[in-house]
């Protein structure tokens, strides 16, 4: 179990304390947040880290001295980076506006009642055309701290990160926001990526710009040699002013915060003070991509940009693993049975064109399956992949329920998710209980003069025929839906190795697809879901039944809602485990109180 409301357990309720304890066995960049309601967009979020010991340091040292990177120096509490976005108004308030169709009108004070006459907020888009910003805009933060378009940097507050000239280190950034993908870059540095989602890769050398979406981790080593003084890193929506009928480059929205890297001796040693950060700005390099040699992006949305940007595109699929899978950990090719091929659709569509996955829109259950299993199953409205969740479905089935998918033990799971229909958007998955392998990624075509997803990809079969893959996108949609996607034929040939890239979360292209495999060895219910977090709320979510008669039995006090502690020697009874014998196992007890931490690092 790992916190998600009404799925593991109750929400933990107001003046109670719930003791998460856990055995960290993969050190890495991980995070936490609410997910509850709208409350991480609200800040209930935070930054956790793993730090190797023993082996695993010494052989993340050894593979990273055979890609000619020497000493680096790591110090989480000061070079953890978590970036989010901030409303103008509440969470809540704005979730309800889009829940209920009301629109947003930034052009009018957030306290007016807008009239018939106020211009609507129409849905943003990437570079690619996919869908973007769902709520507008209002201004985005690099640890909780940032610059808001409108008000001047005297009276803003900047984050600082400092390093000293001549050496190495290792940064963390963190993806904890709500809604929007965002693109990270540090003026007169290039970055070489070493890890996502706690996973080291090889190397990629020579980055611009990396780019992440909700849940997504990325870490990266800055070479600090540089002339001594202070440099903008830039956070940036990935907007732009695009109209589907023109043709590329389209500018960005230049929607932004920014946050300093000091390097030590230079002025401002004890701080930075606001009045400075106009200079600093004005005097920053920042890259212009059109002119030089071209530009570098890891994690791209999309397979690249047009060529009219100057930047090209590392993205997941290309990556290969620094350290190898173990074998015990590396799932077949293919799925152990027919049984455990899943596929998914994220989109919006179905009888209720609300956010879905194959058309249906995840309804919360009233008890937790995984604590109260016997009230779980009498009154909750369960539904599985086999229902016709059409626009206009063929029985009285109701397709806003709770949608449930069933796991073997120990099998290989397949999953294809794909993002074609109607309605076209990247959407960044993320399943709990696992990381899993990226086996493939596949994209759709892309129109010549702007970038714009033209055909999706033809190796998913919405059962639309000869349209579906030959029918180029109209200016904002697909004419058709995609709730029972399977294979076209023939199938793609899919291949994995021990090399091949494990993540937690992963950007679905606009109009394509991943494959996602993971072997079921890890008994409970587990929430999937769209990180997008209005997405998520609107219903574009399931949960996994894994292991069903492998999974242990709720404690009792877990039954009712009411605080849950134990201790660390409790745990250990509790798994049979002795702390003596650990060796190089790091074993952390999380004690949550809801209250507010910036970062835990786990030793």
């Known amino acids: 179990m790992d916190g998600v409301g009404e799925i593991t357990q109750c929400p933990i309720e107001p003046a109670t304390t719930f003791t998460h304890a856990f055995i960290t066995t993969v050190p890495g960049s991980y995070w936490y947040h609410s997910h509850t309601g709208t409350q991480r967009a609200d800040g209930i979020f935070g930054g956790l880290v793993v730090r190797e010991n023993g082996d695993s340091t010494t052989q993340a040292r050894n593979a990273f001295e055979s890609y000619g990177i020497g000493t680096f120096l790591d110090y989480p509490d000061r070079h953890t980076i978590v970036v989010s976005d901030w409303f103008e108004g509440t969470s809540l308030n704005d979730f309800v506006q889009f829940e209920g169709g009301l629109g947003f009108h930034p052009s009018i004070p957030i306290q007016d009642v807008p009239t018939r006459n106020d211009p609507t907020f129409e849905e943003t888009q990437y570079y690619d055309g996919g869908g973007g910003a769902i709520i507008p805009f209002y201004s985005a933060l690099i640890n909780g701290l940032g610059k808001h378009e409108s008000v001047a940097y005297v009276a803003s507050r900047l984050s600082e990160f400092r390093v000293e000239q001549g050496n190495m280190y290792r940064f963390r950034l963190v993806g904890a926001q709500s809604e929007i993908l965002l693109r990270f870059s540090i003026d007169g540095h290039n970055l070489t990526t070493i890890a996502t989602d706690a996973y080291f890769i090889e190397p990629i050398e020579d980055v611009n710009y990396i780019i992440l979406h909700s849940g997504e981790r990325y870490d990266f080593l800055l070479n600090a040699n540089a002339v001594i003084g202070n440099y903008i890193m830039r956070l940036e929506t990935m907007e732009a002013d695009a109209n589907c009928f023109n043709d590329a480059p389209f500018a960005s929205l230049n929607h932004y915060t920014e946050a300093i890297l000091h390097y030590e001796t230079a002025e401002y040693d004890n701080g930075i003070p606001s009045t400075a950060y106009q200079a600093i700005s004005e005097s920053s390099p920042q890259r212009d991509c059109t002119v030089g040699p071209r530009c570098r992006a890891v994690n791209c949305p999309f397979e690249n940009f047009h060529p009219s940007y100057g930047i090209d595109c590392i993205n997941v699929g290309s990556f290969q693993l620094l350290i190898d899978t173990p074998p015990s950990e590396l799932p077949e090719a293919y799925a152990s049975d027919p049984s455990q091929l899943f596929f998914l659709n994220f989109n919006f569509e179905g009888p209720s064109f609300q956010a879905s996955i194959n058309g249906r829109s995840f309804v919360l259950p009233p008890y937790p399956p995984q604590t109260n299993d016997l009230l779980f199953n009498e009154y909750s409205d369960v539904c599985n992949n086999f229902a016709d969740c059409s626009i206009h479905p063929s029985d009285q089935f109701s397709c806003d329920c709770t949608h449930v998918l069933t796991f073997d033990f120990n099998k290989t799971v397949q999953i294809v998710v794909s993002a074609v229909g109607e309605f076209l958007s990247a959407h960044p998955l993320h399943i709990h209980g696992h990381t899993y392998h990226v086996v493939k990624v596949g994209y759709p075509t892309y129109y010549e003069n702007n970038g714009y997803a033209a055909v999706p990809n033809p190796d998913i079969d919405c059962g639309q025929g000869p349209q579906q893959t030959t029918q180029a996108r109209s200016c904002g949609a697909y004419n058709f839906s995609c709730t029972n996607p399977s294979w076209s034929e023939p199938s793609p040939i899919l291949t994995i190795n021990?090399?091949?890239?494990?993540?937690?979360?992963?950007?679905?292209?606009?109009?394509?697809?991943?494959?996602?495999?993971?072997?079921?060895?890890?008994?409970?219910?587990?929430?999937?879901?769209?990180?997008?977090?209005?997405?998520?709320?609107?219903?574009?979510?399931?949960?996994?039944?894994?292991?069903?008669?492998?999974?242990?039995?709720?404690?009792?006090?877990?039954?009712?809602?009411?605080?849950?502690?134990?201790?660390?020697?409790?745990?250990?009874?509790?798994?049979?485990?002795?702390?003596?014998?650990?060796?190089?196992?790091?074993?952390?007890?999380?004690?949550?109180?809801?209250?507010m931490l910036a970062l835990l690092i786990v030793f």
């Open 498 to 595: 021990s090399k091949t890239p494990r993540k937690d979360v992963i950007i679905v292209p606009t109009g394509g697809y991943v494959v996602v495999n993971l072997i079921s060895d890890n008994p409970g219910w587990w929430f999937a879901h769209c990180h997008i977090e209005p997405h998520q709320l609107n219903g574009m979510a399931l949960v996994i039944n894994e292991a069903p008669g492998y999974q242990n039995p709720a404690p009792e006090e877990l039954v009712n809602c009411q605080d849950y502690i134990f201790n660390s020697e409790e745990f250990y009874e509790l798994i049979a485990f002795n702390p003596n014998q650990a060796g190089t196992i790091q074993v952390s007890i999380i004690l949550l109180l809801m209250s």
